[in-house]
């Protein structure tokens, strides 16, 4: 069986185009990578009691912590608020970074690529 080249594709200019749109495609999403690396994220979970700060490299910046929710008789609250404002920050992350990829891609689907 042979392949099909449909008719609009065929041809070394309509290559050429292809070529040029998948290079502007890498050009767009290194610096798309590039910007939101730096970008900064907050979460703040606790009414503002636990507010965690991380770029787009998944770096915590700085962790902030309410002096009345720090009870040495109860560690598990205070444990509990940075893991929920931790999975909060990276969940708003891995969101922010497919929709700017869906952006670039146009919904094409790239694996391993962020």
């Known amino acids: 069986m042979k392949a099909r ?19 502007k495609m890498q050009e767009d999403m290194a610096a798309f990578q590039e910007e ?3 970008r900064e994220f907050k979460a703040a979970v606790g009414g503002g009691a636990v507010e965690i700060t991380m770029n787009g490299s998944r770096e915590v910046l700085s962790v902030h ?3 009345e929710v720090i009870d ?11 893991a929920s404002a931790v999975n909060e920050i990276l969940k708003n992350i891995e969101t922010a970074s497919a929709e700017g990829m869906n952006g670039i891609t146009g919904g094409m689907s790239m694996p391993g690529l962020f």
């Open 65 to 67: 912590i309410a002096p």
């Open 5 to 23: 080249i449909p008719q609009n594709m065929s041809g070394p200019q309509n290559m050429n185009q292809v070529i040029r749109q998948a290079q």
């Open 72 to 82: 040495p008789e109860d560690p598990e609250m205070l444990e509990d608020l940075v």
């Open 36 to 38: 939101f690396a730096a």
